[in-house]
């Protein structure tokens, strides 16, 4: 009677010990799962700025900055034929230009600030060459011979310095084609692009009458 309680007793302890190793390993492995549950979460957001953050590359950052700069020379020259200007398409052609270029610039200057990186200061107006470095840019001289004229002589300077301008914004926003990586960058190039080799062919048309 004794020996059959014993064994009652040590089979009972078994169970008893088995059952506790079974909630131990199950609390163990919801443990493990909750953790690397924790782990992917956190994962997804640290991919996602690391996406984020390389968006842009140092083309991205080059023809923003040096489209604004070139974008504000054509508003100068733009705003000049409202007063100078003697035909009425050429002072359309302007008021369209300064239209298109001038949000163009904000949204650039846009990306700039949220990527970290230094909007070019308006130097428009302001006597300075700013011809450097990008194509079709007029020089400090160039922008004075213009200011001066009026009448037919500045329609007919407008519109060649404008298609040289534009040439230049063509082939600029080509290189971001090429060699951008921000999707939105690439997008306005190619407006750009369009928009720009229409106007050439109208103040090419223009300038043949």
């Known amino acids: 009677m004794t020996f059959h309680r014993s064994l009652i007793r040590r089979s009972a302890l078994v169970a008893v010990t088995v059952a506790a190793g079974l909630v131990l390993a199950a609390c163990a492995s919801s443990s493990s799962g909750h953790d690397m549950s924790s782990m992917d979460s956190s994962s997804t957001p640290s991919a996602s700025a690391s996406a984020s953050a390389g968006a842009h590359n140092a083309q991205d950052v080059a023809f ?18 409202a007063t100078r200007a003697s035909s009425s398409e050429v002072k359309s052609l302007a008021t369209t230009i300064k239209g298109a270029q001038d949000p163009e610039i904000k949204t650039m ?7 970290g990186e230094a909007v070019p200061e308006d130097m428009a107006g302001m006597g300075h060459d700013m011809s450097s470095g990008m194509p079709g840019m007029m020089s400090a001289a160039d922008m004075t011979k213009l200011d001066k004229a009026s009448g037919t002589e500045f329609d007919t300077m407008f519109l060649q310095m404008m298609v040289q301008h534009h040439q230049g914004a063509v082939e600029m926003a080509k290189t971001e084609q090429s060699k951008g ?9 190619a407006s750009v692009i369009t ?15």
Request: proline share 2%.
């Open 64 to 81: 923003a900055q040096q489209m604004i700069t070139h974008h504000r020379q054509a508003i100068e020259m733009a705003d000049l034929a």
């Open 109 to 115: 200057s846009g990306w700039l600030t949220s990527w």
């Open 181 to 189: 990586a921000y999707g939105p960058a690439k997008t306005l190039a």
């Open 195 to 209: 928009a720009q080799t229409a106007e050439i062919k109208q103040m090419n048309s223009l300038l043949s009458k």
